[in-house]
């Protein structure tokens, strides 16, 4: 009877009310229709239950570091230090592009705030250095991804409270595959500098390093007292979300673009953004209580046995049902409704609940980048001002690369989990 709730959904969703409202309303109507009305009274309990976990509380904090540093005039320090640093290599300012994506991923996470930033002030810079305007837009739109890879990561927090996994050992295991994936990237750049011959920076066009150096070192603290904190123990992950805002705050004050009203927007966008979250993780609670009673989860255990799917099989059919599912849903939507049913299958073949969710949070990332909706490519569109579908077909040759490093990453488990397994977060 489960069949019902898509049904219900897709009438609801026709309605135009928001996803949260389409899940849980979809949701009570199915314990109508299946005869489980009797539970219903225990629902509040469940959805308590789901949304009181001490690792959400990070979740508003790190939005709000972002929001912070966002609207602090970061995004030109960190360009500029990309410079000061790549900017002579052939293809200079695409290297600068994606490195910037990386000092952008550890201080905002988000890579819709990724893309929007860069969009607005690396690629004009670009297309004035020669670029193609959807080359510029492809590259900008594909490594913002590496934002949800890099600690500190929202939809990150997102999966350890859904799967009960520790939110430490997830972000040290997103460092590497965030490298390994901006390192595929400045490949695929310096290939198409030789065949298109992209300019390199000339000598005065650079920044002197260290000054460049000494001026985003604010800017630069906030990723470190992270990924510091948490690594030696100094802080959980919530208590170095709030030390963060602070660093976030007083860096924002140091560039002198940042004052009250900027903070008071800042906790406005964060409330809407959070409160959203919430909203969406009470509806899948609902939808995860009435999966336990009508026994989902071990119906798709037991197809996947009849199917004879091994645990590299089923791990490569999950990876493309997120794939399919990224390209038309937000990621804490595809992550609430399809981890919860799917996930637990995998593990109980033998996956590893960080390596899983890191190859998964990867997966749903590349989605802000694959047609036809692809979030990231909407933002960089509206942006620049470039047509969807040229800058649609100008990222595929990133989006493969991307799914390679994907496949790299299903394919070699260690890959994820060995600083973890070095930093002691978990067994060998």
């Not at 897709?10 to 009797?38: E, K, M, P, Q």
């Not at 490949?187 to 260290?210: C, I, K, M, Q, V």
């Not at 590893?352 to 989605?367: A, Y």
Request: glycine share 10%; net charge neutral.
């Amino acid at each position: 009877m489960m069949y019902i709730i898509p049904l219900i959904g897709a009438v609801l969703l026709a309605s135009g009310l928001a996803i949260a409202y389409v899940i849980g309303g979809a949701t009570v109507l199915t314990f109508w229709a299946t005869d489980n009305t009797r539970y219903l009274a225990i629902l509040p309990q469940q959805i308590f239950s789901k949304i009181d976990v001490f690792a959400l509380m990070a979740m508003p904090l790190f939005i709000l570091a972002g929001e912070v540093m966002n609207r602090g005039g970061v995004t030109r320090v960190l360009i500029r230090l990309a410079m000061a640093i790549v900017g002579r290599m052939p293809g200079g300012l695409g290297h600068v592009n994606v490195l910037t994506s990386v000092f952008f991923a550890g201080i905002s996470g988000s890579a819709v705030a990724d893309s929007a930033a860069v969009s607005n002030t690396l690629v004009p810079a670009m297309t004035e250095q020669g670029y193609k305007l959807p080359y510029a837009g492809a590259i900008t739109a594909a490594s913002s991804i590496i934002g949800p890879i890099v600690p500190p990561s929202i939809i990150m927090i997102f999966y350890g409270a859904l799967m009960g996994t520790s939110v430490t050992a997830l972000f040290i295991a997103g460092i590497v595959p965030g490298l390994l994936l901006a390192g595929a990237l400045m490949l695929l750049n310096a290939f198409f500098a030789w065949r298109d011959g992209h300019p390199r920076l000339s000598r005065a066009e650079l920044p002197a390093f260290f000054p460049t150096l000494l001026r985003a070192l604010p800017a630069l603290s906030i990723p470190v007292i992270i990924v510091g904190g948490i690594v030696f123990g100094w802080m959980t992950p919530t208590e170095a979300a709030a030390v963060a805002v602070f660093a976030a705050t007083l860096a924002g004050f140091f560039y002198e673009r940042f004052g009250i009203a900027t903070l008071w927007e800042a906790l406005k966008r964060t409330a809407m953004l959070s409160g959203s979250i919430f909203m969406l993780i009470a509806a899948v609670s609902a939808l995860g209580y009435l999966g336990a009673l009508e026994r989902l989860p071990e119906a798709i255990a037991a197809s996947v046995t009849e199917l004879g799917l091994g645990p590299l099989q089923y791990l490569i059919l999950l990876n493309v049902i997120f794939l399919l599912a990224g390209m038309v849903l937000d990621i804490p939507v595809a992550l609430a409704l399809l981890v919860p049913l799917l996930a637990p299958v995998a593990i109980a073949q033998g996956a590893d609940p960080v390596h899983l969710g890191i190859v998964l949070c990867f997966n749903l990332s590349i989605g802000l980048i694959s047609p036809p909706l692809g979030g990231c490519l909407l933002v960089v569109s509206t942006v620049t001002g470039l047509n969807y579908w040229r800058l649609a077909r100008a990222v595929l040759p990133f989006l493969a690369a991307e799914i390679l490093v994907l496949g790299l990453l299903v394919w070699l488990p260690d890959l994820t989990l060995f600083l973890p397994r070095l930093m002691g977060l978990m067994g060998n």
